[in-house]
């Protein structure tokens, strides 16, 4: 079992129905922070979970590897 810090961008996308062009690409990506357990490390993504239990896993995420700037094994005791 593996913990990890995952450093990552996130995408945005406007809340309103119509905008100008001007104001396209004004909202920048989420920095993110991501603090989990392994479940899949796959070439093109990393999946975690914040909570396990012997046979279930519980809020997952999954993060393409193009999004992610830093990753940073903290070990588990």
């Known amino acids: 079992m593996k913990l990890l810090l995952i ?3 996130d995408v945005t996308s406007d809340n309103v129905s119509w905008v100008s062009k001007e104001d396209i690409g004004k909202d920048k ?3 993110c922070i ?3 357990i392994i479940i899949n490390d796959e070439p ?3 999946t975690v979970c914040l909570m396990l239990s012997p046979r279930c896993y519980s809020q997952t995420v999954t993060i393409p590897r193009g999004c992610i700037k ?3 094994y ?3 005791r």
């Open 44 to 46: 093109e993504y990393i």
């Open 70 to 72: 830093r990753i940073r």
């Open 7 to 9: 450093e990552w961008d």
């Open 34 to 36: 991501t603090v989990g």
């Open 29 to 31: 990506f989420s920095k």
């Open 74 to 76: 903290l070990g588990v």
